[in-house]
């Protein structure tokens, strides 16, 4: 049987399918942080402590109201979404106009606030959160066992990053939603409301931070630093793909979670760094990103 | 006439308050992780249970003053030792205790040795702190990894379970717990047949689970702890690999992780800890307290061994009615230790305090009665078996 590094094929057909697992939750949160960034110009730091009250959320609902995973599919991205909202119309709004900087200490400022009530409340350890029944279970695909769970999340996932791509870059919304970007002034003047479209789309951005933590509820510890082990990675993935890039951060969401999958069958212990230094070797050779555009 | 016996009266009650402030004033601080994935098995609750002690040992009333402060650590070496320095240094402090995470403790237990102060771990497991790094300054209180390599790892392979397959967090705890457990699997006739060391702390383990089940190891040790732990395991029911006839070997497993993975999850896990609060009449009680005072959460084993390593400094501070660290360390090893929660005990000349350790094995849901309702007792390990004979030490204070 021919070995590929000392891996045998079927071993290395089952870590790629597991990167491209992995791949699938940095896609969904750096999609989001692209998002808010492309239209909003914010750098979301508390994008990872949304992603936790996603899966925290859908623990409440399940302890306190019975409500089972698949409603907490819909009702926990409404929930953190609303928040989002808050957020923005009170706080993100007042500092628009001023640099990056700000939004940047803010938001980072708002994720340890959030992180720490939750700590109090429900100390570091975490919560239990079982897989649905539904998706408990899994297939042997003869090269790996997948949990039937894994398989849909990657399919979940996937089908919202592409139903996200086509509407921003598809639809009159979306073209709405681009104009605003480039001329905000000019787009109000055609009688566009270009508040209430900023405020939405950073509600969505935070929707689909939850909604990446409902769907890593029942296989992550659900604790109040999930997101924040997350988020740096998550942030790396952004800035290789390009600042605000759509398409960039699914792309380079999943071919990430590919290379660290394989570096943890090649050399584990460089696998929570890999990243970082693909990120150097990038911003060496294209400092906007891999599909950024230079401004 | 009148003056004089004022005058003697006063001289008389000087004298009297004179003994009675002949007091020792201690500064202890609670060094630990406040904020991270061990602050619910250490954190605030150590710093409870610290308090606990204080009251209990009725020390103002004994004429000891003591004073408890509290940090955190972060699970840094590099936060630990500038905060235990500042603490020696310019805060007063004479002890410091608990301290998890087994790097950030090897560095307090450096600079407590520099600084000839004392330092009284409960929270960290690497052996090595009563081994090659023993220090005439540092007690290890309530486990080791020798210890869990003993009691978890010497019951799976006795209970046929002879290839072992291990997850190691990259970190000297890790390591520790790895080595350990493999001596003891290498000595009872199993083998190793594969190791992965994984980033500390990490999320998705996914990999490695598979990369253990691909080995066809019996048993996939797990030397790992807190949310790496409860990570793997969450992590490997979903990948079926209990179901697929390998066993889990959660080497260092706290009560806290248990409620956070959930019995559903949990049950049927065997795991070694030195207490557990429904043990007897004594360590309930004392939990119930304990409890009232931490929202409800019972203490874990790393939080009672901070509450009976702080009783029996004070101990030692009444009898020698001194805080010099050599007198006050030379009786702590020389007095027994006796408290509700470990019952009797001592400490050796290494630095090793000596009680059972108990192997548990999780409860089904079914079998729990509610919250924390988790354990079922199925070994004692005597103190001798549990941890390494003097005569395998490493540690120089050993003479030989």
């Known amino acids: 049987m021919f070995e590929l590094l000392g891996i045998p094929p079927q071993a290395l057909f089952g870590q790629v399918l597991l990167g491209l697992i992995n791949g699938s939750f940095y896609a969904m949160l750096s999609l989001g942080l692209a998002v808010i960034f492309g239209l909003l110009n914010i750098i979301n730091f508390t994008h990872g402590a949304q992603y936790m009250m996603g899966a925290f959320v859908a623990w409440m609902a399940l302890n306190y109201l019975g409500l089972n995973y698949w409603a907490a599919l819909v009702v926990s991205p409404l929930v953190v979404g609303a928040t989002g909202i808050v957020i923005e119309r009170f706080l993100l709004k007042r500092i628009a106009h001023l640099d990056h900087l700000y939004g940047l200490l803010l938001t980072f400022g708002l994720a340890l606030i959030i992180q720490g009530l939750f700590r109090n409340s429900y100390g570091s350890s975490g919560l239990p959160y079982q897989i649905p029944p539904q998706l408990a279970g899994g297939h042997n695909l003869g090269?790996?066992?997948?949990?039937?769970?894994?398989?849909?999340?990657?399919?979940?996932?996937?089908?919202?990053?592409?139903?996200?791509?086509?509407?921003?870059?598809?639809?009159?919304?979306?073209?709405?939603?681009?104009?605003?970007?480039?001329?905000?002034?000019?787009?109000?003047?055609?009688?566009?409301?270009?508040?209430?479209?900023?405020?939405?789309?950073?509600?969505?951005?935070?929707?689909?931070?939850?909604?990446?933590?409902?769907?890593?509820?029942?296989?992550?510890?659900?604790?109040?630093?999930?997101?924040?082990?997350?988020?740096?990675?998550?942030?790396?993935?952004?800035?290789?793909?390009?600042?605000?890039?759509?398409?960039?951060?699914?792309?380079?969401?999943?071919?990430?979670?590919?290379?660290?999958?394989?570096?943890?069958?090649?050399?584990?212990?460089?696998?929570?760094?890999?990243?970082?230094?693909?990120?150097?070797?990038?911003?060496?050779?294209?400092?906007?990103?891999?599909?950024?555009?230079?401004? | 006439m009148k003056l004089k016996s004022l005058l003697l009266a006063g001289a008389f009650a000087a004298l009297m308050s004179g003994t009675a402030l002949a007091q020792v004033s201690v500064k202890i601080g609670v060094l630990n992780d406040r904020s991270g994935l061990y602050a619910d098995l250490s954190g605030e609750g150590s710093v409870i249970a610290a308090r606990m002690a204080v009251e209990d040992f009725k020390a103002a009333d004994k004429g000891i003053k003591v004073e408890i402060i509290s940090a955190d650590h972060q699970n840094k070496p590099d936060v630990g030792s500038t905060i235990a320095r500042q603490w020696y240094d310019q805060d007063g402090v004479d002890v410091i205790m608990d301290v998890p995470t087994s790097s950030v403790a090897l560095a307090v237990n450096q600079i407590t040795r520099e600084k000839n102060k004392v330092f009284i771990n409960s929270g960290a497991a690497a052996s090595d702190l009563t081994g090659a790094a023993c220090s005439p300054n540092t007690i290890h209180w309530t486990y080791d990894t020798y210890a869990l390599a003993q009691g978890t790892g010497g019951a799976m392979v006795k209970a046929g379970g002879d290839s072992w397959f291990f997850l190691t967090a990259d970190y000297a705890f890790g390591h520790a717990l790895e080595r350990d457990t493999a001596a003891i699997v290498t000595k009872n006739g199993g083998k190793v047949v594969g190791a992965v060391k994984t980033p500390f702390p990490g999320t998705d383990f996914s990999s490695f689970l598979l990369q253990a089940q691909s080995s066809k190891a019996k048993v996939i040790g797990l030397a790992n702890a807190g949310g790496d732990t409860i990570n793997s395991i969450k992590q490997a029911g979903e990948f079926g690999i209990v179901a697929g006839g390998q066993k889990l070997a959660g080497l260092l497993v706290f009560i806290t992780d248990v409620n956070a993975l959930g019995l559903q999850t949990a049950q049927g896990l065997v795991l070694t800890e030195s207490f557990y609060w429904?043990?007897?009449?004594?360590?309930?009680?004392?939990?119930?307290?304990?409890?009232?005072?931490?929202?409800?959460?019972?203490?874990?084993?790393?939080?009672?061994?901070?509450?009976?390593?702080?009783?029996?400094?004070?101990?030692?501070?009444?009898?020698?009615?001194?805080?010099?660290?050599?007198?006050?360390?030379?009786?702590?090893?020389?007095?027994?230790?006796?408290?509700?929660?470990?019952?009797?005990?001592?400490?050796?000349?290494?630095?090793?305090?000596?009680?059972?350790?108990?192997?548990?094995?999780?409860?089904?849901?079914?079998?729990?009665?509610?919250?924390?309702?988790?354990?079922?007792?199925?070994?004692?390990?005597?103190?001798?078996?549990?941890?390494?004979?003097?005569?395998?030490?490493t540690c120089p204070l050993v003479k030989k």
């Open chain 1, 143 to 295: 090269f790996m066992f997948l949990p039937n769970y894994r398989g849909w999340v990657v399919i979940a996932s996937l089908v919202v990053c592409l139903a996200t791509w086509f509407m921003i870059e598809k639809t009159k919304l979306g073209a709405y939603l681009r104009a605003a970007t480039e001329n905000p002034t000019l787009t109000q003047a055609f009688g566009i409301n270009v508040p209430l479209l900023v405020t939405l789309t950073y509600g969505f951005g935070v929707a689909l931070a939850a909604l990446a933590g409902v769907l890593a509820a029942p296989i992550y510890s659900v604790n109040p630093n999930m997101g924040s082990d997350l988020i740096i990675v998550v942030f790396a993935v952004v800035v290789i793909g390009g600042m605000g890039s759509i398409l960039g951060s699914i792309i380079t969401g999943f071919s990430l979670g590919l290379v660290e999958g394989l570096t943890k069958v090649f050399y584990p212990e460089a696998s929570a760094t890999v990243i970082f230094i693909i990120m150097v070797l990038v911003l060496l050779v294209k400092p906007a990103g891999l599909f950024g555009r230079t401004a």
């Open chain 2, 278 to 393: 429904d043990t007897n009449d004594q360590t309930r009680t004392w939990s119930d307290r304990f409890a009232k005072l931490n929202n409800g959460k019972k203490p874990s084993m790393v939080q009672a061994g901070v509450y009976s390593g702080l009783l029996h400094y004070l101990k030692a501070v009444e009898a020698t009615k001194s805080k010099d660290s050599a007198t006050v360390m030379a009786k702590m090893k020389e007095l027994p230790t006796d408290d509700p929660l470990f019952g009797k005990g001592s400490v050796r000349v290494d630095g090793r305090k000596m009680h059972d350790m108990y192997l548990f094995e999780v409860k089904k849901p079914s079998e729990s009665k509610g919250p924390w309702d988790y354990y079922k007792q199925i070994a004692v390990l005597p103190a001798e078996q549990a941890f390494k004979p003097l005569s395998e030490s």
